[in-house]
Each structure stands twice: as C-alpha cells, then as structure tokens.
C-alpha cells in the first residue's frame, strides 16, 4: 500500500487533513444526457433526495454537475445550466453537513453556484479560462483542477500519448503555476487526472498503475472511474453493471493513494475502503 502524501487542503470552512481513508465525493447529475445516471435526477426535488441519501450512506463532499461531459455531448448555456444546478446546490446547502462542489467549467455557473453555497469548483477543463482563475482567486473555493484535452465532442480524438504520465506532470506544473500567478493559494487545490478524458482503456491503466508517482506534485489527487468506460472495457458490462469493477478500480486507486475518490455508488465504496482499511491499519 503506497502512503498517501500527507498533504493538507484549504476549504472556506477549515482545513481537510488527509490521512488514511480517502474521501468520498458522491455524484449528483442534475442532467437528461449523463452517461450513466441521466434523466434520474433532472428534478431538483429528487436530485436533493439524492444527495442526502448519498450523504446519509458515507458521502464526504457531493458533486453538482448540470452539464454532461460524456464524449460527444453538446454543451449547455449558462442559463440552462444554472437553472439545473443552483436551485440543487441552494437545497443541499441548507439540508447536508458536507462540502459541495459545482461541477462546472464556465466561470459564471460557477459564481452563482457559490453565491448558492457551493465551497468547490470542479473544472474538468483544469482551471484553463482566466475568468474562472480570477473568479476562484476572489473567493475562498477550494478548486479540482482536472486534465483533459479539447472538449467533450472532440476529446475522443485527442487520446494520444507518448507518455501519458509525462503529460500530465508537465500540465499539471504549468496549471499549478497559472493558478499560483492568479493569486489561487496552493492549498486550496487538488489534482485529477480526469480518467476517460482523451484518455483510452490504455493510458487510464497507466496512470491508475502509476498514481502514486503524481504525490511529487504535492496536492490530493481525485480519482473518477465510476461506471466509466474503461470499466465497461474490462469488465463487457453496460453502465449499469460497473458497480463491481468501479470498486476493483476505486480501491486499486486506494492504495496508489488517492485521496478522493468521485463515485456513483456511495454505500458500496464506503464499505469496501472499510474492510481493506481495517485489514491495512490491524495491529496484527
Ligand atoms: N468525471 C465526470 C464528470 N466530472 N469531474 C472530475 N473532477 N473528475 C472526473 O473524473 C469527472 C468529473 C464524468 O462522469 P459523470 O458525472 O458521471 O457523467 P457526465 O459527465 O455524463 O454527467
């Protein structure tokens, strides 16, 4: 088992120690076209019962996404995207104890989402639009900075990599730095290497088998594989079957060190780190 760095991140109500248990980031998609929940939870009634059920079964943080990001999907306006999340993010504000994040790469959605009560921006585009800097830079957000490459409808042809881990080391210093000259504290960021994100089956077993070398950049890493393709890759199982191979993955994640993991299935992942948790810290 690969120690977690010990590392510290910043959030507007105090700071998040990492230790031994990774943290649970549950997924609320308040969308029609996700890959494998859409449609569920577009009603914002259902969309906050289910982050509070995913709360109630471990959930540390939850993550508010109203936009898809799947390959191929098209993008949404601000409006429309507001008009899902914030009503969504204002509820849960005021019914959970736990963090949330906006799931978001438009700076606007972003500042209405705190406004609303979110304490994290999640940009899957890696923080890449100087607004959305400034933006996190002129509130205490704590920010997931993600790699990917171009967009969700072109990012299927940009999966090419010399050496993927090299890529990511290089992006991730240079958007590091670019967060630091904004004026966005260190602490307050983590790092994903946004699995499935121009990323094929091949270079997602890579860096999965490699995580633990991205502690040298000296942030949390968050881990998304949930449901994802390159579960249904190994396992030949649709989305709706990729419970057992999302927790294979998670936990494989686990003990490369990750220190958040992003997943649908909140129950199922809080005790599967249970168990190999409590056979890593037996005193024998
Ligand atoms: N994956 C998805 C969306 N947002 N954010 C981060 N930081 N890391 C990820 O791996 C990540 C993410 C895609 O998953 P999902 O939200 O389930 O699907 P969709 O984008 O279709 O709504």
Same mark, same amino acid.
């Given at each position: 088992?690969?120690?977690?760095? *010990?590392?510290?991140?910043?959030?507007?109500?105090?700071?998040?120690?990492?230790?031994?248990? /990774?943290?649970?980031?549950?997924?609320?998609?308040?969308?029609?076209?996700?890959?494998?929940? &859409?449609?569920?939870?577009?009603? /914002?009634? $259902?969309?906050?019962?289910?982050?509070?059920?995913?709360?109630?079964?471990?959930? !540390?943080?939850?993550?508010? &996404?109203?936009?898809?990001?799947?390959? &191929?999907?098209? /993008?949404?306006?601000?409006?429309?995207?507001?008009?899902?999340?914030?009503?969504?993010?204002?509820?849960?504000?005021?019914?959970? *104890?736990? /963090?949330?994040?906006?799931?978001?790469?438009?700076?606007?959605?972003?500042?209405?989402?705190?406004?609303?009560?979110?304490?994290?921006?999640?940009?899957?585009?890696?923080?890449?639009?100087?607004?959305?800097?400034?933006?996190?830079?002129?509130?205490?957000?704590?920010?997931?900075?993600?790699?990917? $490459?171009?967009?969700?409808?072109? #990012?299927?042809?940009?999966? !090419?990599?010399?050496?993927?881990?090299?890529?990511?080391?290089?992006?991730?210093? +240079?958007?590091?730095?670019? #967060? !630091?000259?904004? &004026?966005?504290?260190?602490?307050?960021?983590?790092? +994903? *290497?946004?699995? %499935?994100?121009?990323?094929?089956?091949?270079?997602?077993?890579?860096?999965?088998?490699?995580?633990?070398?991205?502690?040298?950049?000296?942030?949390?890493?968050?881990?998304?594989?949930?449901?994802?393709? @390159?579960?249904? !890759?190994?396992?030949?199982?649709?989305?709706?079957?990729?419970?057992?191979?999302? @927790?294979?993955?998670?936990?494989?994640?686990?003990?490369?060190?990750?220190?958040?993991?992003?997943?649908?299935?909140?129950?199922? #992942?809080?005790?599967?780190?249970?168990?190999?948790?409590?056979?890593?810290?037996?005193? %024998?």
């Amino acid at each position: 088992m690969v120690a977690r760095y *010990p590392v510290e991140l910043e959030l507007p109500t105090g700071i998040v120690k990492f230790n031994e248990k /990774p943290l649970l980031m549950g997924i609320v998609n308040v969308t029609p076209d996700s890959f494998s929940d &859409g449609g569920q939870y577009l009603d /914002p009634a $259902r969309a906050i019962a289910h982050g509070e059920e995913l709360v109630a079964q471990g959930a !540390d943080w939850l993550d508010i &996404g109203a936009e898809s990001t799947r390959p &191929g999907a098209s /993008p949404v306006g601000v409006e429309e995207e507001s008009r899902r999340a914030l009503p969504v993010v204002e509820g849960l504000a005021q019914r959970v *104890p736990v /963090p949330l994040s906006i799931d978001t790469y438009k700076a606007e959605v972003a500042r209405r989402a705190i406004a609303a009560g979110a304490s994290i921006i999640n940009d899957v585009t890696g923080f890449v639009d100087p607004a959305m800097i400034a933006l996190a830079a002129s509130t205490r957000a704590a920010c997931v900075c993600m790699h990917m $490459r171009g967009t969700p409808a072109t #990012m299927r042809e940009l999966a !090419d990599y010399t050496d993927v881990m090299a890529t990511l080391h290089e992006y991730f210093t +240079d958007r590091l730095d670019a #967060m !630091d000259r904004g &004026g966005i504290a260190r602490q307050r960021i983590m790092l +994903d *290497p946004g699995f %499935g994100f121009a990323k094929r089956t091949t270079h997602n077993l890579t860096i999965l088998q490699k995580l633990a070398e991205l502690h040298t950049l000296g942030r949390p890493l968050l881990v998304g594989v949930s449901r994802k393709r @390159i579960i249904g !890759d190994l396992t030949g199982q649709p989305e709706n079957a990729r419970l057992v191979g999302t @927790i294979a993955a998670s936990l494989a994640a686990y003990y490369r060190g990750a220190h958040v993991l992003r997943i649908h299935d909140v129950a199922a #992942m809080r005790d599967a780190i249970a168990v190999v948790h409590a056979i890593e810290h037996h005193p %024998g």
